[in-house]
């Protein structure tokens, strides 16, 4: 199934992308190069994951044929079709949520790459940005109070950026936003445990009762001779193994995508202090902590690649 490619990595990419490229260093901007270039990787397999909702849901409906759990009175297959069409409503929510929430990131990276390598700096597709992400009724004020906070808060710096310096202009932006970032990467986190992680659970359920159910089913049956029987187990446990492994790795590379939001999210209050503390991040230290995320992307684009091959 072909996904949009509507999520792009980290407002703090965009962050170490501006300060490194204000610093005019070919090394520096280098790694920041591959950063970014990682970070569009990671943009296009991580997409996946908001639609995988869906699709987790799907697969899960389509265990409950022979599920033991349908309701007194209600054929199993009939109580299939109803959880099947329950994916249309909840499932296709939470993909808008997430989708939505990083379009807000999208323009913050957008932006911000166009001040690093000295382009204009427009507000061109704002309005749709603000838009999109006020029509979803189903977020939580709090996060789309943030999203707005940021997008508010890029146009009031940046209008009058070009009348002082670069160095200001990030005081001004780590310090005005990092509140704002800090409730959005938290806001993240929500939709997709609440939302993802928690409909692999499920599927990861249907599909321990799906393969337990059969394989019982099989193994009481006396009018196949045993050694069937056990060639057409294994083959069973030989897929079992397989969903198995599949709901592991995409519940793995959610977790790690999570977790590294997380840090950079801290990384960026940790800026906001030295600011403030009137020591600002030398060049060496913001090049040390964009090669540790580099090697973190790295590894996550290869397992997004696995996770959700076709």
């Not at 869906?54 to 389509?62: F, G, K, V």
């Not at 409950?64 to 309701?71: A, F, G, K, R, T």
């Not at 911000?112 to 382009?119: S, V």
């Not at 599927?203 to 006396?222: F, H, K, M, P, S």
Request: net charge negative.
């Amino acid at each position: 199934m072909q996904r949009k490619k509507y999520f792009i990595p980290t407002a703090m990419t965009a962050l170490v992308v501006f300060l490194l490229g204000g610093c005019g260093r070919n090394a520096d901007l280098e790694t920041v190069e591959r950063f970014v270039t990682l970070a569009e990787s990671a943009a296009t397999e991580f997409s996946n994951i908001a639609g995988d909702i869906y699709d987790s849901c799907i697969r899960s409906a389509e265990y409950q044929p022979i599920l033991l759990d349908s309701p007194p009175g209600v054929d199993a297959f009939e109580l299939r079709q109803i959880r099947l069409n329950g994916c249309n409503e909840e499932p296709r929510q939470l993909e808008a949520e997430l989708l939505t929430t990083h379009a807000v990131l999208i323009h913050y990276l957008r932006t911000m790459g166009r001040l690093a390598a000295n382009e204009t700096v427009n507000f061109d597709g704002v309005s749709a940005v603000r838009e999109s992400f006020q029509a979803i009724p189903t977020l939580e004020p709090n996060h789309v109070q943030a999203g707005l906070g940021i997008l508010d808060i890029f146009a009031a710096v940046l209008q009058v950026a070009v009348e002082q310096s670069r160095l200001r202009t990030i005081r001004q932006i780590v310090t005005l936003a990092d509140s704002d970032l800090q409730t959005f990467v938290q806001g993240f986190t929500t939709i997709t445990q609440r939302g993802y992680l928690s409909y692999l659970d499920r599927e990861e359920a249907a599909i321990e009762n799906y393969y337990r159910t059969y394989i019982n089913g099989v193994l009481a049956d006396g009018d196949t001779d045993t050694q069937s029987r056990t060639i057409f187990v294994m083959g069973l446990t030989g897929e079992w193994q397989a969903a198995r492994e599949s709901v592991r790795q995409r519940r793995e590379v959610a977790d790690r995508y999570v977790a590294l939001m997380q840090e950079i999210a801290s990384d960026h209050n940790s800026l906001k202090q030295k600011f403030e503390a009137g020591n600002p991040p030398t060049t060496a230290e913001l090049s040390q902590l964009i090669e540790g995320h580099t090697v973190e992307l790295e590894a996550l684009v290869h397992e997004l690649n696995i996770a959700f091959e076709d």
